[in-house]
């Protein structure tokens, strides 16, 4: 084994940024208490992607034990913020599949390949909309969050959809959450132009933000412009920000941009070496 490959299996590091390699449900368990301060992730969405890894977030048969994997994760990232840090939470919705087992790559999308569909939920129909994010919202609201905002955001250049009985989905979530009552959220960092231009106020809760396709990633990834506003609203220059759902390391890129640390975990390892890529290219401002 050769010492790059050895450092692969255990630990991908860019200074700034460390990316770890495994399970979240395990590697968070190993963070100290009030170390970040602030969380920006996006989990895999339930039943829509296969990540093609044993583990994997968003694979398991049933809506309620996919909240529950993803409610005791962010306990124990609840545990690893700081008292006054917070967790931007992006999620998507899903449909019942309908009774269909499977779905076949699309040409653009090889992750859109499932072999399997998770079965349609119980109470629910086939063509329903489950109501993911907001199922997630609550759950983890009930296990001590303060659920502080549900920010749309619309994206104009949203995937076209082949439905004429409903409007095609053109926007997620982004939930904010905080550990207390109290917490850091710089207000003047994203204020916006009011309607003439002329003045800034306050952050709205819609947020308009194209998506943009990372070549290397065949998933869904953070338009950094997104990740950019979580961040400026949620941390100073030097602060240590979470990202325990990595993928091709968004988070990481905006972190640096942002004179920001960051530390991520990533279940599949080929992601992880994207991920390190992608931020090893990155021209480094210093801390
Ligand atoms: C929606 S993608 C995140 C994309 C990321 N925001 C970006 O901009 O590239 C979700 C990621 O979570 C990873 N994942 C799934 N289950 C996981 C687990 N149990 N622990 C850590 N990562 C996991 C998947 O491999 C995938 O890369």
Known sequence: MTLLQAKIDDQLDTSDVRIEIGDSREILQDFPENYFQSCITSPPY???RDYGVDGQIGAESTVDKYIEDL??????VRRTLKEDGTLWLNIGDSYTSGGRTWRDADKKNSARGMSYRAPTPQGLKSKDLIGVPWKIAFALQADGWYLRSDIVWYKPNCQPESVKDRPTRSHEY???FSKNEK???NHEAIKEPTADGKKLRNKRTVWSINTE????AHFAVFPPALV???????SSRGDLILDPFFGSGTVAQVAIEQNRKCIGVELNKDY????????????????
């Open 174 to 176: 982004v939930f904010l």
């Open 272 to 287: 992880a070496v994207i991920a390190k890529n992608r931020i090893s290219h990155l021209n480094r401002k210093l801390l």
């Open 183 to 185: 917490y850091f959220y």
């Open 46 to 48: 339930w039943g829509l």
């Open 213 to 216: 396709p990372f070549k290397e």
């Open 228 to 234: 950019e506003q979580c961040m400026l609203a949620s």
């Open 71 to 76: 409610v005791n994760i962010f306990r124990e």
